[in-house]
């Protein structure tokens, strides 16, 4: 993807890939990498939506300066729609090239761009609604709130029928070659679509409800974000999955997550998911805290209908890893789950006790029978487990 790409044909896509990077935001794998999305108007005015993070300023430049050469060697606008730095990384370097651009944004963002950059003049303080015309393109400004910072904003092109949304609809995963919807198999980017949403976004699940109801009534024709691919022929397929995510809205399977030192907790896990299989649960998902990231895990919470978690006692508490989680669980605030426990210890207990604390603090329905073992599970026990899995089996069908 070494050329810019054009989406129609005064707009083109000038972003870049970051097959480098390890850790999204410090924390969240990047094992098919990410991309930046950055967009480039040339009416009239020129106007640049959106940048990229500064460690790959290179790339990035070569695209914007083949465009803005032989007789365009400016840049009018600089519009931001968030601030974070993987995507405003650029503006110190933008404004040094280009020192009659204007900066624009709403009023928390120029709050941001003075905090992290130190610019104060040149910029152009935008409210929800207005509109600016580049000449040829006229360009309305949609306020985001928390989705997924306090500035995030949408710019949508009312003549292009574009909608640049910011972090919204966006994905991890590199863009392999395509760009669009049309271009790519989008089954090879929708668990990173989900994953992308419930660890970035799905926390704020409601100001994303209420930038879904702004969106009503506007017809958009491409949906362009700043990280994945540009939709462009089915738009309606990411905005009715974020709609549907942000409605705490669930598949039929369940996610069974367990911790096991020396094999009681894993065996009783597996006597759980054979009670699924029996009762018809074909879409079970089984992972090991201790060996899976939870983000993978929370993906799959946000996806499934039922969540079973299981732990070994550690220090007279949960497994580092299944506290880890369950904390992560909590601070997402995901809904309308059914959940199922179980647990074992050696000298004391403390696993099972936790995990009913997190059932409390979830709210979510609990799924009998609780099954808490002492060092090995009997036949009589790993039936419990295969009942407890019948049961969740019968939950989420309801």
């Known amino acids: 993807m070494h050329n810019p790409i054009p989406i129609t044909g005064d707009i083109h896509w000038i972003g870049v890939n970051d097959r480098e ?76 090239l280009f020192p009659e651009m204007t900066i624009v944004g709403n009023k928390k963002t120029l709050e941001l761009v003075k905090d992290f950059y130190g610019i104060e003049v040149g910029t152009m303080t935008i409210a929800d609604g207005d509109v600016l015309d580049l000449g040829g393109h006229a360009l309305r400004f949609i306020l985001t709130p928390m989705v997924h910072w306090p500035e995030t904003m949408m710019t949508y092109d009312e003549t292009s029928r574009v909608l640049f949304s910011g972090d919204a609809f966006g994905s991890f995963k590199t863009l392999d070659g395509g760009l669009f919807d049309d271009e790519i198999n989008i089954a090879r980017y929708d668990d990173e679509i989900l994953r992308y949403f419930s660890n970035i976004v799905g926390k704020y699940s409601p100001m994303v409800q209420k930038a879904m109801a702004r969106l009503q009534g506007i017809d958009i024709g491409v949906v362009a974000s700043t990280h994945g691919p540009v939709w462009r022929k089915a738009p309606n397929y990411i905005l009715d999955r974020y709609d549907l995510w942000s409605r705490y809205i669930a598949e039929p399977g369940v996610v069974v997550a367990y911790a096991s030192m020396y094999g009681s907790t894993l065996e009783m896990a597996e006597a759980v998911s054979r009670g699924l299989s029996l009762a018809g649960v074909k879409e079970i998902r089984m992972h090991d805290v201790a060996r899976t990231h939870p983000s993978y895990i929370i993906r799959d919470a946000w996806r499934y209908k039922g969540i079973v978690l299981g732990s070994c006692t550690y220090e007279i508490g949960l497994f580092p890893a299944m506290r880890g989680l369950v904390e992560l669980l909590e ?15 050696g000298w004391t207990g403390g696993a099972v006790r936790n995990l009913k604390s997190f059932v409390e603090k979830s709210a979510w329905s609990l799924v009998e029978p609780v099954v808490e073992v002492k060092c090995a599970p009997d036949e009589h026990q790993l039936e419990e487990c295969v009942a407890l899995g019948r049961n969740m089996a019968g939950a989420i069908s309801d």
């Open 331 to 345: 601070e997402k605030g995901l809904k309308n789950r059914c959940l199922g426990i179980f647990g074992s210890f």
């Open 21 to 96: 990077t390890d850790l999204f935001e410090a924390q969240w794998p990047l094992p098919e990498g990410v991309s930046y999305n950055s967009y480039l108007i040339r009416a009239g005015k020129t106007a640049l939506i959106d940048t990229v993070k500064k460690t790959h300023l290179t790339q990035f430049l070569k695209k914007l300066k083949g465009l803005v050469a032989g007789g365009r060697e400016k840049v009018d606008y600089l519009i931001i729609n968030h601030m974070e730095p993987d995507h405003s990384g650029a503006v110190p370097v933008l404004k040094q």
